[in-house]
Nanobody
Framework: QVQLVESGGGLVQAGGSLRLSCAAS????????MGWYRQAPGKERELVAA???????NYGDSVKGRFTISRDNAQNTLSLQMASLKPEDTAVYYC??????????????WGQGTQVTVSS
């Protein structure tokens, strides 16, 4: 069973920065993709950023140019550098990892989430 543990959330003022980290219990090189999602109260979970094994990245429209996703295969960690934070970035942020398995197909793993609160 894969475990993903997020850290780095907290309270920050608008315009500030935070860095989230996700530690995986196995080599992240083997995942088909990894990413960060977030869920604000009363809203659906949405993609923040994703990164493939080749380093290709994808960002949600609302965070483009402000957030940067990266992965460190040697340390088995995924990071999200967040800058120019806005109150609307307030949410629980979840780390995600994807396996592609024969027969099962896509298998998702999720961390427990870390709270990010941006005050105005």
């Amino acid at each position: 069973q894969v475990q993903l543990v997020e850290s780095g959330g907290g309270l920050v003022q608008a315009g500030g920065s935070l860095r989230l980290s996700c530690a995986a219990s196995r080599s992240i090189f083997s995942f088909a993709a990894m990413g960060w999602y977030r869920q604000a109260p009363g809203k659906e979970r949405e993609l923040v950023a994703a990164i493939g094994t080749g380093g290709s990245t994808n960002y949600g429209d609302s965070v483009k140019g402000r957030f940067t996703i990266s992965r460190d295969n040697a340390q088995n960690t995924l990071s999200l550098q967040m800058a120019s934070l806005k109150p609307e970035d307030t949410a629980v942020y979840y780390c995600n990892a994807v396996d592609i398995r024969p027969i099962l197909g896509r298998v998702n793993y999720w961390g427990q989430g870390t709270q990010v609160t941006v005050s105005s």
